[in-house]
């Protein structure tokens, strides 16, 4: 008669080993929150100086910026070449962005 080996007994480890310190509920609520970048930026206004010379440079601009994150209202004249930009926006990023599309620079008081 053959005999079978015998299997070993395996030593069962735990999944999740315990810890010491657990953060319990009352100290996770009671934490003040961690500010994000939403909180942080508040509402600016940013002027340009937008190269538009017809109704259909002033459309463009007006598209690109309505499809800006952050934007809250903006203004596009076309007399004076103006574009006004409000919202929780970075203003050399709504520059560099709407020079992509035509040229611009921020407004200064020579204009």
Request: hydrophobic share 40%; charged share 25%; proline share 8%.
């Amino acid at each position: 008669m053959t005999t079978l080996p015998k299997k070993k007994k395996r030593r069962k480890n735990p999944l999740i080993l315990p810890t010491t310190s657990a953060p319990k509920l009352k100290d996770v609520i009671a934490a003040p929150p961690t500010p994000t970048l939403a909180f942080q930026l508040k509402p600016k206004m940013v002027v340009l100086r937008v190269s538009m010379h017809c109704n259909g440079c002033a459309r463009k601009v007006e598209k690109h910026i309505s499809k800006l994150e952050g934007v809250t209202s903006y203004q596009v004249d076309l007399e004076t070449k103006m574009v006004v930009v409000v919202g929780d926006i970075v203003p050399v990023e709504v520059l560099e962005s709407v020079s992509k599309v035509k040229n611009a620079q921020l407004w200064t008081k020579e204009f």
